[in-house]
């Protein structure tokens, strides 16, 4: 079965605009997990999902972070406006109930 | 204070080596603990999984929890060149699903 999936690996933009990063789970599992890695602030939940549902989103920066779910096989996370401090690893991860959790390979965002 | 410390290295040892990494954390109400590996510019991948105290092994890899110290270990017997990475510990309470992270140590193993 394939793993987490993630697209795309690598995004470069410009401030101002709007990115989207996208994530597809492992079949059948519930849940899916939003991450932003970087340097200074390590590895950090953004929201999570349970059923398609955000459960918490507590962890989301700001406004400018939406992230949505229409189906089991799908997420989105956006970010509008981007801005050169949301430059980071954003990995998507999903689970079973109670289960481990399995990452993604990660988008590499670079906001100039 | 962050909820889990652990000491970001970086760790630098010959091959065949014992490795130990460790991690520190606040919340006593942490019950699964988990260490994961990241190689460079790959994602996090589950190294072992723990419940509560005790030791578990695992092939090289051995993981340890104290919960009356709230210190976990992970110890890595034999290391390999192939086990170069960072090394997350992570945590989480019973019926929760946020993981909280250490920030990761960087391990190099000389050929």
């Known amino acids: 079965d394939a793993g987490v999936i993630q697209s795309p690996r690598h995004e470069v933009t410009e401030m101002g605009q709007e990115v989207t990063l996208r994530c597809k789970p492992i079949?059948?599992?519930?849940?899916l997990f939003w991450y932003r890695q970087t340097m200074m602030r390590g590895l950090e939940l953004l929201i999570y999902?349970?059923?398609?549902?955000?459960?918490?989103d507590s962890g989301m920066p700001e406004d400018r972070f939406s992230a949505k779910m229409p189906n089991a096989s799908f997420s989105t996370l956006k970010i509008q406006p981007s801005e050169p401090r949301d430059s980071a690893v954003y990995f998507c991860?999903?689970?079973?109930?109670?289960?481990?959790?399995?990452f993604g390979p990660g988008t590499r965002l670079t906001v100039l | 204070q962050k909820e889990v410390e652990q000491d970001p290295g970086p760790l630098s040892v010959p091959e065949g080596a014992i490795v130990s990494l460790n991690c520190t954390y606040s919340n006593s109400a942490f019950q699964y603990f988990m260490w994961y590996r990241q190689y460079s510019r790959k994602g996090p991948e589950l190294l072992m999984y723990t419940y509560s105290s005790g030791n578990k092994e695992d092939g090289r890899f051995t993981a340890q929890v104290d919960k009356s110290s709230k210190y976990i270990s992970l110890f890595i017997r034999d290391s390999q060149p192939s086990d170069s990475a960072t090394y997350l510990c992570?945590?989480?309470?019973?019926?929760?699903?946020?993981?909280?992270f250490g920030a990761g140590t960087t391990v190099t193993v000389r050929a």
């Open positions: 992570a945590m989480t309470e019973t019926n929760d699903y946020k993981l909280s």
């Open positions: 991860a999903s689970s079973l109930p109670s289960g481990s959790q399995y």
């Open positions: 999902f349970n059923n398609n549902v955000p459960i918490d």
């Open positions: 079949s059948g599992h519930d849940y």
